[in-house]
């Protein structure tokens, strides 16, 4: 499948662009990791994969910040997608295909394009709007959705900020007109909108009726200019959410568009939901062009009870974790203790206790255990299995539910948890058929019979490694690459991220005689305890 699959439509992973008014946080992070564990489950899968990520670049709120640091707002991107934003995927291991900058002229000329085709097929019409407005989320508000400070202003329910009141003489998009059919899609596809919590919020939303969407801006000029009038540019919603489809080539590759375009997953935070369940998927019917398969909320990183931003933050950096902790703990930990879909909270004793219970006690010591018992018992030589019974049949048993389950929870729920603790009960498995097993009292038995059933308990253990570093790959590329080589499972089997995962649980696949080494420390003992203020 994956020679020869030019016509295959490939398997869609997207981000939210993320604004580049200042550096990213864990927030950011959260859902750019999550995206990566899903593109390489599901390349594992065998399937052909793209995964996108990029930059919002327009608007307010970067011409605003671009200006108080005394620079332009071109300037002010450049700088922060190379210093910032691309360095930290590349430190947290994001395979991306490609990472779209909306200031690229491949984006631009498109957004003019479709804008433009929009207009003159009479979606779009000139009028005016006076309403609330938050620089932060870049949108409108309406009325309902405000909360008031204890001197009555009138405040954003996500910013915690005063909104402004535009007046605007604008173009509008024909949106209140999609209602209809926007239900009449959800309705068919229950599946569009992830978590279920999140998909009644849009349902009741859209429900309650829609007003047309102010798609352009006249008080200030950073922006993609309307095409049929300079004067304006472009809102930088409708802007940013086209990049899902000028990245893969819409408008200027046909090919590649029609191979990749829709996404089958937008992960979204739960904050911009409604641009991604109502307005894209309204803007796309209006062009006539498919639908998204998936709209996934994550939920929010929390700090003292607020959504963590960037002018409220733990104060912790990304690589201030992966300095402590490495950085597969750190891809692993927030996808294993938060529920996606779920807030969730950050806690150096959380990640700690975790870390030194999960990751180095359960699955790192197993590694490590088996690998010196298999150069001490058979001078590193993997032993064959001739004596198998019940116990390793419940150990296969356990193998085989452990994958169907991980591949049922991430590749087809987005349940990252789910199939993250799936494997790791697997592991906790393993360690108790040691435990029961106890190899290091079979090998008191120097009998033909004390050796075989030795060969057969760690060949078992080491086996079952391998699956378990196949099946955490995704989540944790480098330490499935380090317990590939303690293995030495690359001669006979090849690359491990040419591993199916459709065959992980396959028994038998280490040869026997293959050599086996201690290899790198999987997860090191941290250095001191950190703890929160
Ligand atoms: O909204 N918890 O960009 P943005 C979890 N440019 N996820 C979080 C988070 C938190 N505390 N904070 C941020 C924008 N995120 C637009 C998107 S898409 C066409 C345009 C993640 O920089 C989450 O995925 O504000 C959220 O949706 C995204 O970052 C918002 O990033």
């Given at each position: 499948?994956?020679?020869?699959?030019?016509?295959?439509?490939?398997?869609?992973?997207?981000?939210?662009?993320?604004?580049?008014?200042?550096?990213?946080?864990?927030?950011?992070?959260?859902?750019?990791?999550?995206?990566?564990?899903?593109?390489?489950?599901?390349?594992?899968?065998?399937?052909?994969?793209?995964?996108?990520?990029?930059?919002?670049?327009?608007?307010?709120?970067?011409?605003?910040?671009?200006?108080?640091?005394?620079?332009?707002?071109?300037?002010?991107?450049?700088?922060?997608?190379?210093?910032?934003?691309?360095?930290?995927?590349?430190?947290?291991?994001?395979?991306?295909?490609?990472?779209?900058?909306?200031?690229?002229?491949?984006?631009?000329?498109?957004?003019?394009?479709?804008?433009?085709?929009?207009?003159?097929?009479?979606?779009?019409?000139?009028?005016?709007?006076?309403?609330?407005?938050?620089?932060?989320?870049?949108?409108?508000?309406?009325?309902?959705?405000?909360?008031?400070?204890?001197?009555?202003?009138?405040?954003?329910?996500?910013?915690?900020?005063?909104?402004?009141?535009?007046?605007?003489?604008?173009?509008?998009?024909?949106?209140?007109?999609?209602?209809?059919?926007?239900?009449?899609?959800?309705?068919?596809?229950?599946?569009?909108?992830?978590?279920?919590?999140?998909?009644?919020?849009?349902?009741?939303?859209?429900?309650?009726?829609?007003?047309?969407?102010?798609?352009?801006?006249?008080?200030?000029?950073?922006?993609?200019?309307?095409?049929?009038?300079?004067?304006?540019?472009?809102?930088?919603?409708?802007?940013?959410?086209?990049?899902?489809?000028?990245?893969?080539?819409?408008?200027?590759?046909?090919?590649?568009?029609?191979?990749?375009?829709?996404?089958?997953?937008?992960?979204?935070?739960?904050?911009?939901?409604?641009?991604?369940?109502?307005?894209?998927?309204?803007?796309?019917?209006?062009?006539?062009?498919?639908?998204?398969?998936?709209?996934?909320?994550?939920?929010?990183?929390?700090?003292?009870?607020?959504?963590?931003?960037?002018?409220?933050?733990?104060?912790?950096?990304?690589?201030?974790?992966?300095?402590?902790?490495?950085?597969?703990?750190?891809?692993?930990?927030?996808?294993?203790?938060?529920?996606?879909?779920?807030?969730?909270?950050?806690?150096?004793?959380?990640?700690?206790?975790?870390?030194?219970?999960?990751?180095?006690?359960?699955?790192?010591?197993l590694a490590?255990?088996v690998a010196?018992m298999v150069g001490?018992?058979f001078?590193g030589a993997l032993p064959e299995a001739t004596?198998a019974?019940?116990?390793e049949?419940?150990v296969r048993?356990?193998l085989?539910?452990?994958?169907?389950?991980?591949?049922?929870?991430?590749?087809?729920?987005?349940?990252?948890?789910?199939?993250?603790?799936?494997?790791?009960?697997?592991?906790?498995?393993v360690?108790?058929?040691?435990?029961?097993?106890?190899?290091?009292?079979?090998?008191?038995?120097?009998?033909?019979?004390?050796?075989?059933?030795?060969a057969t308990i760690l060949y078992t253990a080491a086996e079952s490694l391998r699956a378990v570093a196949v099946l955490?790959n995704?989540?944790?590329?480098?330490?499935s690459?380090?317990l590939w080589e303690s293995l030495g499972a690359e001669p006979a089997l090849g690359a491990l991220?040419d591993q199916p995962?459709?065959d992980a649980g396959r028994w038998g696949q280490l040869p026997p005689g293959a050599t086996v080494t201690?290899g790198?420390?999987?997860?090191?003992?941290?250095?001191?305890?950190?703890?929160?203020?």
């Open positions: 499948e994956k020679q020869g699959d030019e016509g295959v439509k490939a398997f869609y992973v997207s981000t939210p662009i993320y604004y580049v008014n200042d550096a990213p946080h864990l927030g950011h992070a959260y859902t750019t990791v999550a995206g990566d564990v899903l593109t390489r489950w599901h390349r594992q899968r065998g399937e052909k994969v793209w995964y996108l990520t990029g930059t919002d670049e327009h608007g307010q709120k970067i011409m605003r910040t671009a200006d108080a640091n005394g620079v332009t707002p071109q300037e002010w991107c450049d700088k922060l997608v190379e210093e910032a934003w691309k360095p930290l995927w590349q430190h947290l291991d994001i395979a991306n295909d490609d990472f779209i900058r909306t200031t690229e002229k491949r984006h631009t000329d498109r957004v003019q394009e479709f804008v433009q085709d929009l207009y003159d097929k009479g979606e779009i019409y000139k009028g005016g709007y006076e309403g609330p407005y938050c620089v932060g989320c870049e949108e409108y508000k309406l009325p309902g959705d405000l909360i008031e400070d204890e001197q009555g202003t009138k405040l954003c329910p996500i910013h915690k900020k005063p909104v402004e009141i535009l007046k605007e003489e604008n173009y509008f998009f024909k949106l209140s007109a999609y209602g209809p059919k926007l239900l009449e899609f959800y309705e068919a596809n229950p599946g569009f909108i992830q978590p279920e919590s999140a998909r009644n919020e849009v349902v009741n939303f859209v429900k309650q009726g829609l007003q047309d969407l102010s798609i352009s801006r006249s008080t200030f000029d950073w922006g993609i200019p309307i095409p049929w009038d300079e004067k304006h540019v472009i809102y930088v919603w409708v802007d940013a959410l086209l990049n899902y489809a000028t990245a893969v080539g819409y408008g200027s590759d046909q090919a590649k568009f029609e191979s990749t375009f829709p996404a089958d997953v937008h992960l979204v935070g739960k904050d911009i939901l409604r641009f991604h369940a109502v307005i894209w998927p309204a803007m796309l019917m209006a062009q006539g062009l498919p639908l998204p398969g998936k709209v996934a909320a994550n939920g929010w990183l929390m700090v003292g009870g607020e959504k963590m931003s960037k002018s409220n933050l733990t104060g912790i950096k990304p690589q201030d974790l992966t300095s402590h902790f490495g950085v597969d703990a750190y891809r692993w930990y927030f996808l294993r203790a938060i529920a996606f879909g779920s807030d969730g909270s950050f806690s150096w004793e959380d990640f700690t206790a975790r870390y030194t219970s999960e990751l180095a006690n359960d699955y790192g010591n490590s255990r010196a001490k018992y001078d004596a019974g019940d116990a049949r419940a048993d356990g085989a539910k452990a994958v169907a389950e991980a591949d049922r929870k991430i590749g087809e729920e987005l349940d990252f948890q789910g199939g993250i603790l799936a494997v790791f009960d697997f592991v906790k498995q360690n108790g058929y040691i435990t029961e097993q106890e190899p290091w009292k079979v090998a008191k038995d120097t009998s033909p019979e004390g050796r075989a059933r030795l955490l995704p989540v944790m590329p480098e330490t690459g380090k991220a995962l459709a201690k790198a420390v999987l997860f090191p003992r941290l250095e001191e305890p950190k703890k929160d203020a």
